[in-house]
Protein backbone atom coordinates (compact mmCIF):
# COMPACT_ATOMS: atom_id res chain seq x y z
CA UNK A 1 0.00 0.00 0.00
CA UNK A 2 1.32 3.14 -1.19
CA UNK A 3 1.11 6.86 0.47
CA UNK A 4 -1.85 7.90 -2.79
CA UNK A 5 -3.10 4.76 -1.51
CA UNK A 6 -3.47 5.86 1.96
CA UNK A 7 -4.86 9.30 1.35
CA UNK A 8 -7.15 7.78 -0.93
CA UNK A 9 -8.13 5.61 1.30
CA UNK A 10 -8.65 8.42 4.48
CA UNK A 11 -10.59 10.63 2.15
CA UNK A 12 -13.16 7.46 0.70
CA UNK A 13 -13.54 6.84 5.15
CA UNK A 14 -14.03 10.86 5.82
CA UNK A 15 -16.52 11.25 2.68
CA UNK A 16 -18.43 8.02 4.31
CA UNK A 17 -18.60 9.72 7.81
CA UNK A 18 -19.85 13.21 6.04
CA UNK A 19 -22.68 11.06 4.26
CA UNK A 20 -23.65 9.13 7.72
CA UNK A 21 -23.56 12.34 9.87
CA UNK A 22 -20.59 11.00 11.55
CA UNK A 23 -18.46 13.90 11.22
CA UNK A 24 -19.56 17.62 10.29
CA UNK A 25 -18.38 18.66 6.77
CA UNK A 26 -16.25 21.15 6.29
CA UNK A 27 -16.08 24.21 4.46
CA UNK A 28 -14.76 22.65 1.05
CA UNK A 29 -17.19 19.77 1.73
CA UNK A 30 -20.16 21.94 2.27
CA UNK A 31 -19.20 23.49 -0.82
CA UNK A 32 -18.78 20.45 -3.32
CA UNK A 33 -22.82 19.62 -1.56
CA UNK A 34 -24.45 22.32 -2.33
CA UNK A 35 -22.93 22.28 -5.98
CA UNK A 36 -24.25 18.62 -6.29
CA UNK A 37 -27.59 20.18 -5.22
CA UNK A 38 -27.77 22.59 -7.91
CA UNK A 39 -26.53 20.49 -10.30
CA UNK A 40 -29.28 17.90 -8.96
CA UNK A 41 -31.92 21.26 -8.44
CA UNK A 42 -30.72 21.74 -12.01
CA UNK A 43 -31.82 18.97 -13.82
CA UNK A 44 -35.22 18.80 -11.78
CA UNK A 45 -35.98 22.20 -12.87
CA UNK A 46 -35.60 21.38 -16.53
CA UNK A 47 -37.95 18.43 -16.04
CA UNK A 48 -40.48 20.59 -14.01
CA UNK A 49 -40.04 18.26 -11.49
CA UNK A 50 -40.91 19.95 -8.01
CA UNK A 51 -41.04 16.85 -5.49
CA UNK A 52 -38.45 14.21 -5.99
CA UNK A 53 -39.26 11.71 -3.28
CA UNK A 54 -43.17 11.14 -4.60
CA UNK A 55 -45.26 10.18 -7.11
CA UNK A 56 -44.67 11.57 -10.78
CA UNK A 57 -42.05 13.65 -9.67
CA UNK A 58 -39.89 10.72 -7.75
CA UNK A 59 -40.56 8.86 -10.89
CA UNK A 60 -39.15 11.37 -13.36
CA UNK A 61 -36.33 12.15 -10.94
CA UNK A 62 -35.03 8.41 -11.19
CA UNK A 63 -35.18 8.31 -14.95
CA UNK A 64 -34.03 11.65 -15.68
CA UNK A 65 -31.93 13.02 -12.98
CA UNK A 66 -29.96 9.67 -12.09
CA UNK A 67 -26.54 10.60 -12.41
CA UNK A 68 -27.01 14.37 -11.05
CA UNK A 69 -28.91 12.27 -7.61
CA UNK A 70 -26.07 10.00 -7.35
CA UNK A 71 -23.48 12.84 -7.11
CA UNK A 72 -25.64 14.80 -4.62
CA UNK A 73 -26.53 11.83 -2.34
CA UNK A 74 -22.32 10.89 -2.69
CA UNK A 75 -21.17 14.41 -1.64
CA UNK A 76 -24.03 14.86 0.95
CA UNK A 77 -24.69 14.36 4.43
CA UNK A 78 -28.07 11.51 3.93
CA UNK A 79 -29.83 13.88 6.10
CA UNK A 80 -29.08 17.41 4.09
CA UNK A 81 -29.85 14.81 0.67
CA UNK A 82 -33.27 14.42 2.63
CA UNK A 83 -33.73 17.94 4.20
CA UNK A 84 -33.25 19.81 0.59
CA UNK A 85 -35.04 17.47 -1.21
CA UNK A 86 -38.54 18.39 1.07
CA UNK A 87 -37.01 21.98 1.89
CA UNK A 88 -37.45 22.13 -2.20
CA UNK A 89 -41.02 21.20 -2.21
CA UNK A 90 -41.50 23.37 1.06
CA UNK A 91 -40.35 26.55 -0.16
CA UNK A 92 -42.13 26.05 -4.29
CA UNK A 93 -45.40 25.85 -1.71
CA UNK A 94 -44.69 28.86 0.18
CA UNK A 95 -43.35 30.98 -3.49
CA UNK A 96 -46.46 29.65 -5.27
CA UNK A 97 -49.30 32.50 -5.10
CA UNK A 98 -52.32 31.54 -2.97
CA UNK A 99 -55.48 31.03 -4.97
CA UNK A 100 -57.69 32.38 -1.99
Avoid at 40 to 53: A, E, M, Q, T
Avoid at 62 to 68: L, R, S, T, V
Avoid at 83 to 97: L, M, S
Amino acid sequence: MGIFDYFSSAETKRADEVRKGAVAPDRSERKKCWEARDQFYGCLDKHNVIDSLNGDGKKTAEKECAPENKQFEQDCAAAWVTYFKKFRVADYQKRRPSSG
